[in-house]
């Protein structure tokens, strides 16, 4: 399995501002996932960042609002842009390993918007 | 479309007692299935996961899973829980073979021991 790292762990931030996180991954990798983990709520998958090509968005979530970046096969970042207290939520990046393609989760990024 | 289904946001046990997490899927094709677990404030670890080998499914912990195709059903046990078992679980279904696995969660089931 995959060691994934994020960074920050956690963060508070105002309204308006944007913070982008970092999800490192000890081994390459073609795929990289952005999750939204809403409080007491599953895991809403965000987007899929492929190396070399723009992220694909799933439905109800926009480049515009989540820019994606994946510079090279071990890393990418996620930036929640002009945040409002509705972004307060965990992220969590995963990566895909192994021949069943299991997913392997970072630690998440705790997200707190005033 | 493939989607999940876990009976029971919240369960209940006493410390020595089976612990059993409900989990129903749908998928047009066989999928694979996987169980993960979220302790407070950490990510998501893999528990187990069926992907069309041995339908008794052993992961790490003490738990097990069983697939049953005709039932559509992948419950969660645990003959005996332990008062570390106390977490968030997770089924997750995904049923593209092809191209990037893309997993649908369920909703969560959070698991309380009570000692």
């Known amino acids: 399995s995959a060691v994934i790292s994020q960074k920050p762990s956690r963060d508070i931030c105002q309204r308006g501002t944007s913070l982008t996180i970092q999800c490192q991954v000890d081994s390459q990798v073609t795929m990289m996932f952005w999750y939204r983990q809403q409080p007491g709520q599953s895991l809403t998958l965000i987007a899929t960042?492929?190396?070399?090509?723009?992220?694909?968005?799933e439905s109800g979530f926009v480049i515009d609002k989540f820019p994606i970046s994946r510079p090279n096969l071990t890393f990418s970042t996620l930036t929640v842009s002009n945040m409002s207290p509705e972004d307060s939520s965990i992220y969590l990046c995963s990566v895909e390993g192994g021949v069943t393609r299991t997913q392997f989760f970072g630690p998440g990024t705790r997200l707190t918007v005033l | 479309a493939q989607s999940v289904t876990q009976l029971g946001s919240h369960v209940s046990v006493s410390e020595g007692a089976l612990v059993l997490l409900r989990c129903n899927y749908s998928s047009s094709v066989p999928p694979y299935l996987f169980w993960y677990v979220q302790y407070p404030n950490q990510g998501l670890q893999l528990l187990l996961k069926?992907?069309?080998?041995?339908?008794l499914v052993k992961g790490i912990n003490g738990f097990e899973a069983e697939f049953k195709k005709s039932e559509t059903s992948f419950h969660l046990t645990k003959p005996s829980a332990h008062m570390s078992d106390a977490a968030e679980y997770f089924c997750?279904?995904?049923?593209?073979?092809?191209?990037?696995?893309?997993?649908?969660f369920g909703t969560g089931t959070k698991l309380q021991v009570i000692p």
């Open positions: 997750a279904v995904s049923d593209q073979p092809g191209g990037y696995q893309k997993v649908t």
């Open positions: 069926y992907t069309s080998a041995a339908t």
């Open positions: 960042a492929n190396q070399g090509s723009e992220a694909t968005y």
